[in-house]
């Protein structure tokens, strides 16, 4: 089996020598998303709310590129640059999902690409 690059207009264009996700054995693995619009380029800073949409907006679309969905998620990994936020990012993060909820960690990191304050990656089945 040979692994395929996803790329989708719907999501940000990867900022380094990455894919936005590749596809093997009927799984996609999704490099992390950070709360950057499509459209614009621009990093979404209104709030821990809004760039936590923005992120499952951007992991949904790369996902359906994929040919898979939100539903097919089986592991993610948030990384928080204040895990004081992490009740917030929670509460939005689980609007998207349903259960059984994939499994999960959370970080707690230094610093975020373009000065992000989340990012979440995700492993998730093709359906």
């Given at each position: 089996?040979?692994?395929?690059?996803?790329?989708?207009?719907?999501?940000?264009?990867?900022?380094?020598?990455?894919?936005q996700?590749?596809?093997?054995?009927?799984?996609?693995?999704?490099?992390?998303?950070?709360?950057?619009?499509?459209?614009t380029?621009?990093?979404?800073?209104?709030?821990?709310?809004?760039?936590?949409?923005?992120?499952?907006?951007?992991?949904?679309?790369?996902?359906?590129?994929?040919?898979?969905?939100?539903?097919?998620?089986?592991?993610?990994?948030?990384?928080?640059?204040?895990?004081?936020?992490?009740?917030?990012?929670?509460?939005?993060?689980?609007?998207?999902?349903?259960?059984p909820?994939?499994?999960?960690?959370?970080?707690q990191?230094?610093?975020?690409?373009?000065?992000?304050?989340?990012?979440?990656?995700?492993?998730?089945r093709?359906?």
């Amino acid at each position: 089996m040979q692994q395929h690059e996803i790329s989708t207009a719907l999501a940000p264009s990867a900022i380094g020598p990455y894919s936005q996700a590749i596809a093997h054995g009927g799984l996609v693995y999704c490099s992390g998303q950070i709360p950057l619009d499509p459209a614009t380029g621009n990093l979404v800073t209104e709030s821990i709310e809004a760039e936590t949409h923005q992120v499952m907006k951007n992991l949904k679309a790369v996902l359906q590129a994929a040919g898979s969905d939100l539903h097919g998620i089986l592991r993610t990994t948030i990384y928080l640059q204040n895990l004081e936020n992490f009740a917030k990012v929670n509460d939005v993060y689980a609007s998207y999902l349903s259960k059984p909820y994939p499994a999960r960690a959370t970080i707690q990191v230094a610093k975020l690409p373009r000065g992000a304050s989340v990012e979440i990656d995700a492993i998730a089945r093709q359906l």
